[in-house]
């Protein structure tokens, strides 16, 4: 039996899944070679249960794509949507950007199928009063949406830090990353209302070369299971937890996630 295929396990409260979907270097390796695209969303919704959706970071999607994602996916399935890069990186963006980013929300929102947004922010993100100004107003723009926030470098995660993250109503994201100087380490010393994991894989000699080679990595079952436990225990008390592979280079992301899958159920 596939991961998902049961209503019981496809409501768990684990909601488990990849960043992005639609990378050509799956076919045949997930996605069933002669399928066509249109009908890989589709597929993967039989996998799993949360799509991270990740395009909307380099484009904001006209609402008639996500509507047409929600009409491929079953009930329970859920999305969550990143924000666009001259939110977070640039940081930017205009009236009509946010509205465009609430237009592309609205089908997911309709449909029942919208999860927490995701914010990542980047290296260069300084610890400072200003930036923390800059959340409070991310914040502000998205009104009641649930959010979370993912930074990539470690003075992001101390203690006093996170707890000021969650004091501007984002919940900080638990992360897997190559253990190098300045990276973030995966265990949260402070933890929001939503929790959350990101896994990008650990290509340390690849990692500050940028580009799709950074995420060519393929999680051994030592460090999987390692996060399984830790998954659970983000999980346990009726939490739920959403935890997203991002090592999608070859499909890493969707094997991986598939035996992360299986190892919660054997956990259970």
């Known amino acids: 039996m596939d991961l998902f295929e049961d209503a019981d396990i496809r409501c768990s409260n684990v909601r488990l899944g990849t960043s992005g979907f639609s990378f050509p270097d799956w076919a045949g390796v997930f996605y069933p070679g002669g399928l066509s695209r249109k009908g890989w969303l589709a597929f993967y919704a039989t ?3 949360a799509l991270e959706l990740n395009a909307s970071y380099y484009r904001i999607l006209p609402p008639s794509a996500t509507a047409g994602m929600a009409d491929s996916v079953p009930p329970g399935f859920v999305f969550c949507v990143k924000l666009n890069s001259a939110m977070t990186h640039e940081r930017n963006a205009g009236d009509a950007q946010w509205k465009a980013f609430d237009d592309m929300l609205s089908p997911l929102r309709a449909a029942g199928c919208l999860g927490p947004v995701l914010a990542q922010f980047p290296w260069s993100l300084p610890l400072s ?6 959340l409070s107003q991310i914040r502000g723009r998205l009104g009641d949406l649930p959010a979370v926030a993912e ?5 992001w995660y101390s203690p006093e830090a996170l707890q000021r993250v969650v004091e501007t109503g984002f919940s900080p994201v638990a992360v897997d990353l190559p253990d190098l100087p300045g990276l973030p380490g995966p265990d949260l010393p402070v933890k929001g209302g939503i929790e959350y994991a990101r896994l990008h894989g650990r290509n340390s000699a690849k990692w500050w070369e940028g580009g799709a080679l950074r995420y060519d990595y393929a999680y051994t079952p030592a460090e999987l299971l390692e996060w399984g436990k830790r998954i659970k225990a983000m999980a346990g008390g009726g939490r739920g937890a959403y935890v997203f592979f991002n090592n999608c280079h070859m499909g890493r992301a969707a094997l991986d996630a598939r035996t992360m899958g299986r190892i919660l159920e054997e956990l259970q």
């Not at 930074?151 to 003075?155: A, G, K, M, V």
């Open 47 to 49: 996998r799993f249960n």
């Open 129 to 134: 009063e200003q930036s923390f100004q800059t």
């Open 151 to 155: 930074f990539r470098h470690e003075r």
